[in-house]
């Protein structure tokens, strides 16, 4: 025979019979655990559904962005482009400006007689060339005539910004 059934065994029936109670207790505590959870998962269930709801928002509004963004840098090459395009055209237009400032600037060349440059003007009958130093009243009392006389047959002339071999007008006395 074997060693166990030779010696007193009395004992193991108990151990065995302990060991049950204590499988059936662990048992219980795991129940009412698993019981507990479950009630606690409930609890959070609609939390759950609320992050599940909140997590396919979240997608939408991460697409949304994405169009955004492509929609921005469109914007930003189709701006680009414009200005592209717009910045020779003023380039062209502020030259423009300029020379038509610098040609404003210039004083006024009057007719030279015969049209030749370098050609000294010449007064026809009727007429004054302006000189260094002549205004209005100064060529209107050399000539004889009132200053409201010579601005009336020169209109258009501005008297206090006179250009020398400018060709005016002189009224009839």
Request: no cysteine.
């Amino acid at each position: 025979m074997d060693t166990i059934s030779r010696e007193n065994n009395s004992m193991l029936p108990v151990f065995g019979v302990v060991a049950g109670v204590i499988g059936l207790i662990l048992g219980g505590i795991g129940l009412v655990q698993a019981s507990k959870a479950n009630k606690a998962l409930e609890a959070a269930q609609p939390k759950i559904d609320k992050i599940d709801a909140v997590e396919g928002q979240l997608g939408g509004v991460a697409a949304a962005a994405d169009k955004a963004g492509k929609d921005v840098q469109r914007l930003q090459a189709a701006t680009q482009a414009s200005f592209n395009e717009v910045g020779p055209a003023i380039g062209e237009l502020r030259a423009s400006v300029l020379k038509l400032e610098e040609a404003a600037k210039k004083p006024v060349v009057a007719d030279k007689g015969g049209g030749k440059k370098g050609e000294p003007a010449v007064a026809g009958p009727g007429e004054y060339v302006v000189r260094g130093g002549d205004t209005g009243m100064k060529i209107a009392t050399a000539n004889k005539v009132s200053v409201a006389d010579l601005v009336a047959v020169n209109p258009g002339v501005n008297f206090n910004k006179l250009a020398v071999g400018q060709k005016l007008k002189l009224p009839k006395k």
